[in-house]
């Protein structure tokens, strides 16, 4: 999160490239298997970032790509550069750069977890992300004396669109900060700097208001969570300490990324708000799920397609079954009420959400496989009030423990969000008819623990 990094990815973007933001945190073989599935080439990045993060490993997998460094390009960088730079891009812009611009074109790739472990490539054009920041900018009356403090991660389409677009494309000020892990820091900075907007996740936002003084964030207007369910004792502590109501919303990658929010207009606790304008919503109803259905949605801020891993480079539209082309499928079964405010109500998809972070079941279990290749493994999530969920694994190898489990990540090139929070030795795994792992008794088993 560098000033250095928005402009890269503007630049690249201004010269008709397609700029895919890689998450560094996937680890060597997310990363590799993101680089093939969008047909990535060239990854350009900072020699002293790679030393610092210590992701040696992570280039070393990067083989087939073409790595530059922008202390590399920087010294390539020429009085004829300089000269076009002064003379004709900063002036006249329009004739520095290619023309004909498709609003429906590609603006960046951001990359989410398959259900298979792999990472998909999610298309959003300008169209989807312009739209995106049309639609937060109908609700929320930021200024150019608004300074938003954006601690997210810009490889998240929450960092990107709410935390880099929406404040360089309404005029505000953005301080950008390295890490949403410096808990003392970052009310330090809120303060120091006079922010009045702060996006982030329960989990971040819990440990802010942990070690913040009282008058950290007076100057704050607007504090946004998402990512993550927000836990009623961070929403408590929030209001009884700053004075200050977070307003919960709710959205996905595939969608640029928001679809609703609460407002100062129009709050509901217990709620994510309602959809943005714009935005048509379809429940389809679950069978054995007696309130709401799964939601699917249609908009302006929908992405374009999906890039695979196994088809690498192919753009897959977004369809879904039940409506057909055009129509996203979220997985998340949800109910909205009369006033249209929406209420998450579970996922369908076997994923947990750690810290913000979307991790794989498929990944945990993995991951045990690799620690303990003899034994049966299935791994299950449980709501957890700081985290937001943690992971919990049954396991047939008694003595399987997570440094184990940490040790196997490691050796494989596994995200360690994937090691699970317990492991919990059973005699048998739960298996239904078919043979499949039964995971309603898995995840009844884990609560029984």
Known sequence: ??????????????????PAMLNYSAGPEGVAAACHAAQINTVITSRGFIEQAKLESLIAGLSQQRVLYLEDLRAEFGWTDKL?????????PHRALPSHANPEEAAVILFTSGSEGKPKGVVLSHRALLANVAQIQSLFDLTTAD??????????????TGGVLLPMLTGAQVFLHVSPLHYKLVPEIAYDRNCTMLFGTSTFL??????AHPYDFHKLRYVIAGAEKLAEPVRLLWYEKFGIRILEGYGATETAPVLAVNTPMAYRTGTVGQLLPDIEARLIAVPGVERGGVLHVRGPNLMSGYLRFDAPGVLEPPAADELGAGWYNTGDIVEIDDDGFVIIRGRLKRFAKIAGEMVSLETVEAIARAASPLHAHAATSLPDAQRGEQIVLLTTDAGLTREALQTAAKANGLPELGVARRVIPVQAIPLLGTGKTDYVGVKKLAEAA
């Open 84 to 92: 076009w730079l002064v003379s004709l891009a900063r002036w006249l």
């Open 147 to 160: 300074k938003i403090l954006n601690v997210l991660p810009v490889f998240h389409a929450f960092g990107l």
């Open 206 to 211: 819990a440990n802010y208001g942990k070690f």
């Open 1 to 18: 999160n560098l000033a250095a990094t928005v402009a890269m990815l503007l630049g690249v973007g201004a010269h008709r490239r397609i």
